[in-house]
């Protein structure tokens, strides 16, 4: 039974390219090291369930599901974040590079600063391992925009629901530079938030904020 | 259970209920509550003195701060229960008690570690003995057999949690449990030998390479202290 197999994507820049806000060590492990392991252990958990699937084992298939979510939230997450951050000195670091997301943040929080503050304190909020993220959700009637956590690597696959940009709130993101100081990291993760991408993935259809998935396998 | 390093009554009141004696039940129940207030533990060797099975960076940064977090918000949000409890405000209690799990929790937990690790110079890494080796043995062959399972244990644990060697207070048998986030181990199992395994309590040292931390971490475990924890 063949599986597919994922791929570690590309970084789109270097992985000094952060500096100041991520270190490159912290960027280095994190992509090549953290991302490539929910990767190596996703590919594994997929093949062995589609043996599972082959022989019609479907206690496996069952015991295999939380691994394969953890997995594969892990690839998701990590594979939107890379995007979604930019070099500081970038166009696309800016919020102008987001004009109609601008629009819609500030319809629904009042302004840009009172959506940092939300999103910032909803990051801080977390307790453990995990991800905050500015999500497009679709009503039925309207689309909305919404901050959510999830724990873990839960990755944001609700009906309807689109990630525009996540900020990874794992230890792991930040120790290596900030300590136990994860609010001066929350406060340096807006200077190399990719706005371009999060204006794209606003605009866009949730098909299209998971285009690099495919493009990983 | 010995839990001299926790100094709050509150806490220690908390803890007792994971036993099954009534008279430790009875030190909440019966009386107006008045609460002490939790306050960070010294540990029991030096920072460095882990080395070099944990770094006395991560024992620095591990103890005097991120203990402490736990310890200053548990306290703070204490005194916005006991209030909301004055104004029998039900709804802000009930907001609360997430926040306190967590943070007493963090407590708890932090406490309980620093005594069950020492210094190799202090027995760290002696192999237990008496009634505890001997459960260890009856329910998993040997203690290399027991550590294999509680480092697969270790390293299944998916975000930032613990692994715990537990007593089951109803049966008395042993088990490894892990307990997610800042859970701490309360009611049904009494906590004998717990080991962080969140990121910032051994990042610093070993990265990503967490499955030599769980290794390394056994040459400064302190059986005396689980042995104590035992019944």
Same mark, same amino acid.
């Given at each position: ?19 100041p ?22 590919n ?59 629009k ?8 840009e600063?009172k ?6 304190a ?30 873990d ?65 | ?28 129940a ?26 006395g ?7 005097s =701060? ?6 200053? $918000? @548990?306290?703070? !949000?204490? &005194?916005?229960?006991?209030? %909301? ?48 080796? =001997? ?6 062959? $040997? @203690?290399?057999? !027991?550590? &294999?399972?509680?480092?697969? %244990? ?15 207070t ?15 181990v ?42 104590k924890?035992?019944?």
């Open positions: 039974m063949s599986a597919p197999s994922y791929t570690l994507p590309k970084l789109p820049y270097a992985y000094d390219a952060l500096e806000h991520i270190s490159a060590q912290i960027m280095e492990l994190h992509h090549s090291k953290h991302h490539q392991t929910y990767i190596t252990n996703l594994a958990a997929l093949k062995s369930q589609a043996e599972a699937v082959h022989t019609s084992d479907i206690t496996v298939q069952v015991s295999l599901q939380q691994g394969i979510k953890f997995n594969a939230g892990g690839h998701i997450n990590h594979s939107l974040f890379w995007q979604n951050l930019a070099p500081a000195s970038s166009s696309d670091a800016k919020s102008s590079a987001a004009p109609q997301l601008l819609q943040i500030k319809a629904t929080w009042g302004d600063d959506f940092r503050d939300a999103f910032k909803a990051l801080l909020g977390i307790q453990g391992s995990g991800w905050g993220w500015l999500i497009k959700v679709e009503t039925g009637k309207e689309e909305r925009l919404a901050i959510v956590t999830t724990k690597q839960d990755p944001i696959v609700g009906k309807g629901e689109t990630p525009i940009f996540g900020v990874d709130m794992w230890e792991h993101a930040y120790y290596l530079q900030y300590l136990n100081g994860k609010a001066a990291y929350v406060e340096n993760i807006w200077n190399v938030i990719n706005w371009k991408t999060a204006e794209e993935r606003f605009l866009g259809s949730r098909a299209d904020a998971f285009k690099i998935l495919k493009a990983s396998i | 259970m010995n839990s001299t390093l926790l100094r709050s009554t509150a806490l220690r009141s908390a803890l007792r209920t994971a036993a099954p004696k009534s008279a430790a039940r009875a030190g909440i019966g009386t107006t509550f008045v609460r002490g207030k939790a306050t960070l533990p010294d540990l029991p060797y030096d920072y460095g003195a882990l080395e070099p099975a944990v770094s960076q991560i024992m620095e940064l591990h103890h =701060k991120h203990h402490q977090t736990y310890v200053t $918000s @548990l306290n703070n !949000f204490s &005194e916005q229960l006991a209030e %909301a409890q004055h104004k029998e405000d039900i709804q802000s209690q009930i907001a609360l008690q997430p926040l306190i799990n967590f943070h007493g929790g963090g407590h708890i937990n932090h406490t309980l570690f620093w005594e069950n690790l020492a210094p190799t110079s202090q027995g760290g890494g002696e192999p237990p003995s008496g009634q505890l080796s =001997k459960a260890i043995n009856d329910s998993y062959g $040997s @203690l290399d057999a !027991f550590k &294999e399972k509680f480092n697969t %244990a270790l390293a299944g644990i998916q975000g930032s949690g613990w692994a715990w060697l537990v007593q089951d109803q049966t008395g048998n042993i088990q490894i449990k892990t307990y997610a986030n800042q859970d701490p309360v009611g049904q199992f009494r906590p004998i030998l717990g080991i962080d395994a969140w990121e910032h309590a051994y990042y610093l040292q070993y990265q990503n390479r967490k499955a030599e931390y769980f290794k390394a971490i056994w040459e400064v475990v302190n059986w005396k202290a689980a042995e924890r035992f019944q």
